[in-house]
DNA sequence: GTCTATAATCCGATAGAC
DNA sequence: GTCTATCGGATTATAGAC
């Protein structure tokens, strides 16, 4: 089957040349010629396959978002529910929990563009847009807001925000801004020692978090 | 003068609505009619203003990030330098510090698609880019990776850079993604509550950096 | 300074050959 | 499945009236 594997090559090659080129410069303002120039294919094909430039973008989006879609990390919460039943296990859930999400955010493989774009989707206003927040954002945020509650019961919605954003804020502004990455490290990956690093102090700042919270009443001084 | 004062308010309003769209929906995706209609001006105008729509960008910019070149927050911390000196003042020059610099961020009274704006510039290539670059996001991360050294007497790089993300991530991340705040707050504005917390969660977690980074030696474990 | 009509360019989409 | 020529529409910039 030559034809089909030409087929997803293709497919393939067109969505990885939009979508860096979407990350970069605007969904608008990239246009099909300069994908499919960019590419090596023509303009027609992009219609063949995707029906047109926004069928193109569902593909891409698609492809950018699909271990944040697959329920990965939900599972990962539940393989290691136990540890949040005693205190005495909540640093080391973090430091798991930590592990994995920053693995999922800066160092799976996927190119530096898909975390770029799917924030650039966010900005804007519309059923693409909230879909996407609906599925990443919101699924994501109330996930780790509810590790929160059950860690110290406190079912305060603004001290679940901001421990969930202290907890992961570095992560993600990293996984989103991917010119400030690329200005550091000269490359279009983040050193792994970088990652070492933010993970650690990541980690022992959600578990101090966790005490501040609970004991200071932040919400009263 | 009431030509001048006119003129003035015809550039404002050009400025605001374009700066609010640009941030939205990219800056290639806006028109220029769509900003005279939304504005309630019109396109011949924006041409004897700004000279196209390039210079109208160049304004948005100035606009978005005036006191980010006023050299106010150098300024701020000059004044504050001799809190430095003595690792017991630290925590105190901390608190001061991410209380001036989070709300320079997130509570000037500047729109929420300043940053938003900016934010997209980076991400794109070119001479815009690199000059918004050089004049706010190198200066800050510099600033703030010269009082890590100074605290800490620690010349790795990559401590400075972690600890200087771990400080200002939240407030970054809140003050870019106007979208999420947004759809947290149902409104265009943080509320104050939200930033006292997350104020007070990252003075603690930058004072716990420091110690962190200075004992446990994060690149040697 | 402000406005309108128009010129020159470029885009997404498509028809139809191969 | 792939490619090219072309259509209709939209965009920026501008010329010139007021």
Chains 1, 2 share one sequence.
């Not at 502004?173 to 279009?188: I, P």
């Amino acid at each position: 089957m030559a034809a089909y594997a030409n087929s997803e090559h293709t497919k393939k090659a067109l969505i990885e040349t939009a979508g860096s080129l979407f990350a970069e410069y605007g969904v608008k303002a990239v246009t099909t010629r300069q994908i499919a120039k960019e590419s090596g294919e023509n303009i027609g094909i992009i219609h063949y396959h995707f029906g047109g430039k926004d069928g193109l973008l569902d593909a891409v989006l698609d492809y950018a978002s699909e271990e944040w879609r697959d329920g990965r990390l939900e599972r990962f919460v539940e393989e290691h529910a136990k540890l949040l039943e005693n205190p005495l296990w909540h640093v080391e859930f973090l430091e798991k929990f930590v592990d994995y999400f920053y693995d999922m955010l800066l160092s799976d493989g996927k190119p530096l563009w898909c975390g770029t774009l799917i924030f650039q989707i966010l900005q804007r206003e519309g059923e693409i847009s909230d879909r996407v927040y609906e599925r990443i954002s919101r699924s994501i945020i109330g996930l780790i807001s509810g590790i929160y509650r059950q860690m110290t019961g406190d079912k305060d919605t603004e001290n679940a925000y901001c421990w969930t954003m202290s907890l992961i804020s570095p992560a993600v502004l990293m996984a989103v801004d991917s010119a400030s990455v690329k200005r550091f490290s000269g490359t279009d990956k983040i050193p792994d020692s970088l990652i070492h690093k933010i993970k650690n102090i990541a980690t022992i700042n959600a578990a101090a978090g966790l005490t501040i919270l609970k004991t200071r009443k932040l919400n009263n001084d």
